[in-house]
């Protein structure tokens, strides 16, 4: 399995960016595809997530209302719209799979519970 993140980049404080995660090597039809950033010196934190079959989302208060996740099972990719940047959203942004385990209403936010990881794409965010 492979998943290739990318679109990172430097933008101002007010801008967008749209990040891709191509996904190969199986299909994800029972994973939960998730999104998670790291800033320097800090711990990997949850961002979003997204149910591959159903499209069922979860996003951390921080990004709430302004990023959005969602996937094109056509293209095998995940995205993540970010909108209204802020310096706080400067960080290396993952994505990463996980086998849906649980029923019901589990948001997948914790970092033991994905199998995959990409290796990371960059996000800047000036002021």
């Known amino acids: 399995v492979q998943l290739q993140a990318s679109g990172g980049g430097l933008v101002q404080a007010g801008g967008s960016l749209r990040l891709s995660c191509a996904a190969s090597?199986?299909?994800?039809?029972?994973?939960?595809m998730g999104w998670f950033r790291q800033a320097p010196g800090k711990e990997r934190d949850f961002v979003a997530t997204?149910?591959?079959?159903?499209?069922?989302?979860y996003y951390a208060d921080s990004v709430k209302g302004r990023f959005t996740i969602s996937r094109s099972m056509a293209k095998n990719t995940v995205y993540l719209q970010m909108n209204s940047l802020v310096p706080e959203d400067t960080a290396v942004y993952y994505c990463?799979?996980?086998?849906?385990?649980?029923?019901?209403?589990?948001?997948?936010?914790?970092?033991?519970?994905?199998?995959?990881w990409g290796q990371g794409t960059e996000v800047t965010v000036s002021s």
């Open positions: 990463a799979a996980a086998r849906e385990s649980y029923s019901g209403g589990h948001t997948y936010t914790q970092i033991a519970e994905y199998d995959y």
């Open positions: 997204i149910n591959w079959s159903d499209g069922r989302t």
């Open positions: 090597g199986r299909t994800f039809s029972r994973y939960i």
